[in-house]
T-cell receptor
Framework: KAGVTQTPRYLIKTRGQQVTLSCSPI?????VSWYQQTPGQGLQFLFEYFSETQRNKGNFPGRFSGRQFSNSRSEMNVSTLELGDSALYLC???????????FGSGTRLTVV | SQQGEEDPQALSIQEGENATMNCSYK?????LQWYRQNSGRGLVHLIL?????REKHSGRLRVTLDTSKKSSSLLITASRAADTASYFCATDVRDNYGQNFVFGPGTRLSVLP
């Protein structure tokens, strides 16, 4: 079966712009989580959605937001981009809390 | 400070040798997971071990969990060059917002041919 698909793979934006990243989870997986990975901070949890509801969120500013659609596809949005937002953004899906994540290949965002 | 921390930060071994990585965590967990990441790509789930389990195997991988010491280890036997990657442990934490998985900083494994 198809894995977790993230689009786009690479993105270059300028400071102040906004960006939307997309994630299509594995069919049947209702939980979608987003992580930011940087060399300095490692993997940082952004938020988790389950059945279209944000179930948990990490310690990120309000510029970072997300949503989940009825087909479990999820998007995350970052507004007013800053240089420090440059990172690999990873989406992961899971059928439930008792299972591990399946990660997508990530979207590498570069803010210039 | 991290909920989970891997040790060592980096490990370099020869093909055929065994590689052992350790993970320590601070709070009680329901389960602990190990992941592998190749060079800035997505993470690949290796093993999930529940708090009532002490050891799990998957192919050349062996994971142990000692909840009294709040630690876990990942052993890769008969390593191959293709095992070169970063390895992360992830523990489930519950806070005011709900439950999520917290990843450690990872161990970078290099397997030399």
């Amino acid at each position: 079966k198809a894995g977790v698909t993230q689009t786009p793979r690479y993105l270059i934006k300028t400071r102040g712009q906004q960006v939307t990243l997309s994630c299509s989870p594995i069919s049947g997986h209702r939980s979608v989580s987003w992580y930011q990975q940087t060399p300095g901070q490692g993997l940082q949890f952004l938020f988790e959605y389950f059945s279209e509801t944000q179930r948990n969120k990490g310690n990120f500013p309000g510029r970072f937001s997300g949503r989940q659609f009825s087909n479990s596809r999820s998007e995350m949005n970052v507004s007013t981009l800053e240089l420090g937002d440059s990172a690999l953004y990873l989406c992961a899906s899971s059928p439930s809390d008792s299972y591990g994540y399946t990660f997508g290949s990530g979207t590498r965002l570069t803010v210039v | 400070s991290q909920q989970g921390e891997e040790d060592p930060q980096a490990l370099s071994i020869q093909e055929g040798e065994n590689a052992t990585m350790n993970c320590s965590y601070k709070t009680s967990i329901n389960n602990l997971q190990w992941y592998r990441q190749n060079s800035g790509r997505g993470l690949v789930h290796l093993i999930l071990i529940r708090s009532n389990e002490r050891e799990k195997h998957s192919g050349r991988l062996r994971v142990t969990l000692d909840t009294s010491k709040k630690s876990s280890s990942l052993l890769i036997t008969a390593s191959r060059a293709a095992d070169t990657a970063s390895y992360f442990c992830a523990t489930d934490v519950r806070d005011n917002y709900g439950q999520n998985f917290v990843f450690g900083p990872g161990t970078r494994l290099s397997v030399l041919p």
